[in-house]
T-cell receptor, first 115, second 109 residues
Framework: GAGVSQSPSNKVTEKGKDVELRCDPI?????LYWYRQSLGQGLEFLIY????????KSGLPSDRFSAERTGGSVSTLTIQRTQQEDSAVYLC?????????????FGPGTRLTVL | RKEVEQDPGPFNVPEGATVAFNCTYS??????FFWYRQDCRKEPKLLMS???SGNEDGRFTAQLNRASQYISLLIRDSKLSDSATYLC??????????FGKGTMLLVSP
């Protein structure tokens, strides 16, 4: 079946511009996560959605970052006024539920470059 | 102290060798443990979960020591296709996974 998809696969933008990254989770998965991976760094948790509950935003690095999940499915991560340090691969993952033992299935990521 | 620590490597081993990676975690309340594999410029994929009693999947064996808060992964009879970065992953509850930075393995002919 279809896995997690993300778009765009690559995004180059200028400092100060806003960007939107999209994630389509696996159908039926109620939990959705956003991470980012900078060069040579581990994955950094950003935000977590579980069903209709309020999202866990504890990982968002600044108020320039926001995310929403419409209809419990597709999610959009928005970065406003991008900075060079925002350059990273942004990974989305979904799992059947938010239980800690569940495998998370990752999308291929969006590689963001801020010039 | 970092939440999940791994030796970044790289570990360079010949085909057929046995190699072991260790990982330590700081949160004693951690509940679930995993090894993920990440190929270059690809997304992470689950290799195996790690259970308290230890578990094996083919050439791969994972061990968990809760008292010492470390996790290990043993790969026997290494294949060229095992070359990748191995991520130690810990979960403390319902929401997030905490990833180590990964250990790079290079298997050569």
């Amino acid at each position: 079946g279809a896995g997690v998809s993300q778009s765009p696969s690559n995004k180059v933008t200028e400092k100060g511009k806003d960007v939107e990254l999209r994630c389509d989770p696996i159908s039926g998965h109620t939990a959705l996560y956003w991470y980012r991976q900078s060069l040579g760094q581990g994955l950094e948790f950003l935000i977590y959605f579980q069903g209709n509950s309020a999202p866990d935003k504890s990982g968002l690095p600044s108020d320039r970052f926001s995310a929403e999940r419409t209809g419990g499915s597709v999610s959009t991560l928005t970065i406003q006024r991008t900075q060079q340090e925002d350059s990273a691969v942004y990974l989305c993952a979904s799992s059947p539920s938010g239980k800690s033992g569940n495998e998370q299935f990752f999308g291929p990521g969006t590689r963001l470059t801020v010039l | 102290r970092k939440e999940v620590e791994q030796d970044p490597g790289p570990f360079n081993v010949p085909e057929g060798a046995t190699v072991a990676f260790n990982c330590t975690y700081s949160n004693s309340a951690s509940q679930s443990f995993f090894w993920y594999r990440q190929d270059c410029r690809k997304e992470p994929k689950l290799l195996m979960s790690v259970y308290s009693s230890g578990n094996e999947d083919g050439r791969f064996t994972a061990q968990l020591n809760r008292a010492s808060q470390y996790i290990s992964l043993l790969i026997r009879d290494s294949k060229l296709s095992d070359s990748a970065t191995y991520l130690c992953v810990v979960s403390s509850g319902y929401s997030t996974l905490t990833f180590g930075k990964g250990t790079m393995l290079l298997v050569s002919p």
